[in-house]
């Protein structure tokens, strides 16, 4: 990883910024090839998007890149200079900002003409004659460079951090019960049940919108095997398009199995729970599915849109990978910020297994530690 953006300096704040996107995006090119060459380094994105899952994997990789660089603690919690001040807190003098890549939006009305054609304006433009107003839309226009800072670049109010989510520990049955929660959000049953397709721990039944976990396992093992499940759930139903482009589909098990154990580690390790041993076979596995899946797309040339290259493939599955992680950890709600501070996530509560930054080890009290909020 510390090869990574070697081609251009992202913390010069006075680069062009079309100059900094491609720094950034050759940067993250680079990181996903070295991914695919040394799977370790992809247990260590996953561990990094465990910690900063409100963050798009992209993004996760970039601030990892950029701290790396620096020789600094990896990034836990990330917002910009005026967030931060928001919550009491102002960068320390000399720091260099961090650089990820935000999109830039436009809000624009849309319209339905005559013909039946969908047409987008600019707000407070007339729409064409006869058409029917649909309403305004934010829509993404392009990409830019937006400059944030890590934690540990400030200084001011004490402010509650997670550190360490491995060693957090987690309620194994609480966290069960969130996750039949998702799976039932989706459609799905999750039945427990000694008489399991094919043997296997767990399966999942797209046609019977069914999860089957086996019954024999004990409560830990099966809420992994729920986790992993519902990776598949998210990711690998019919209706799967994108994985399709690049065989993560019934072509690929191999592949498939990789994004759904890579859900599963990422989701437990949010809430506390290690599953390094028991990932290693389907995560070890991670390069040869990779360069199984391009090798076939290199043979079967299914038009432009297919990615061609390992790190296109990897960067696209880490988009799916958190994707679907982020949509199971809203609802299950892990210890911490997600890498992101908001309302909901500033609770007054105690928890042996944080850092308090700017501050000794509170003692509990009605009101809670001392906590920087919007």
Not at 236 to 249: K, Q, T, V, W
Not at 295 to 313: L, T
Request: net charge negative.
């Amino acid at each position: 990883m510390d090869a990574a953006l070697h081609g251009g300096d992202t913390g010069n704040a006075h680069i062009r910024p079309e100059e900094r996107i491609a720094a950034l995006t050759d940067g993250l090119h680079l990181m996903m090839d070295e991914a695919v060459e040394c799977p370790s380094h992809w247990q260590v994105l996953l561990d990094a998007s465990a910690t900063l899952w409100r963050y798009s994997g992209g993004n996760v990789a970039l601030l990892m890149i950029q701290m790396a660089q620096r020789g600094t603690e990896e990034p836990t919690l990330v917002a910009g200079y005026k967030e931060w001040a928001r919550h009491g807190r102002t960068v320390s003098r000399g720091e260099r900002a961090l650089w990820v890549i935000a999109p830039r939006t436009a809000r624009v009305q849309q319209a339905t003409p005559p013909d039946g054609t969908q047409q987008r304006v600019a707000v407070g433009d007339q729409l064409p004659r006869g058409a029917v107003d649909d309403g305004k839309k934010t829509v993404i226009t392009g990409w830019r460079g937006q400059a944030v800072f890590d934690v540990s670049q400030t200084q001011g109010k004490p402010l509650l951090v997670p550190r360490g989510v491995a060693a957090a520990g987690a309620d194994v049955s609480e966290l069960w019960q969130s996750l039949a929660a998702v799976a039932d959000r989706h459609g799905f049953e999750v039945d427990v049940t000694d008489a399991q397709h094919g043997l296997t721990s767990g399966f999942t039944d797209f046609a019977g919108h069914r999860v089957q976990v086996g019954g024999w396992l004990g409560q830990q093992e099966r809420t992994a095997v729920l986790a992993h499940e519902l990776g598949h759930v998210l990711l690998h139903g019919p209706d799967d398009e994108i994985g399709r482009l690049y065989g993560s589909g019934a072509d690929h098990r191999g592949l498939a199995e990789v994004e759904a154990e890579s859900v599963a580690y990422t989701v437990l390790r949010a809430h506390g729970i290690d599953r390094g041993p028991q990932s290693a076979t389907y995560l070890a596995g991670w390069a040869d599915a990779v360069i199984e899946a391009e090798n076939d797309a290199i043979a079967h040339d299914a038009g432009y849109r297919r990615p061609r290259s390992r790190a296109d493939i990897a960067k696209s599955v880490l988009g799916r990978v958190t994707g679907a992680s982020k949509g199971i950890l809203e609802i299950s709600h892990p210890p911490g910020f997600g890498g992101k501070i908001s309302a909901s996530d500033v609770e007054p509560r105690i928890d042996p297994a944080v850092s308090y930054l700017g501050m000794e080890q509170p003692v509990p009290s009605v009101d809670g530690p001392g906590m920087a909020g919007p």
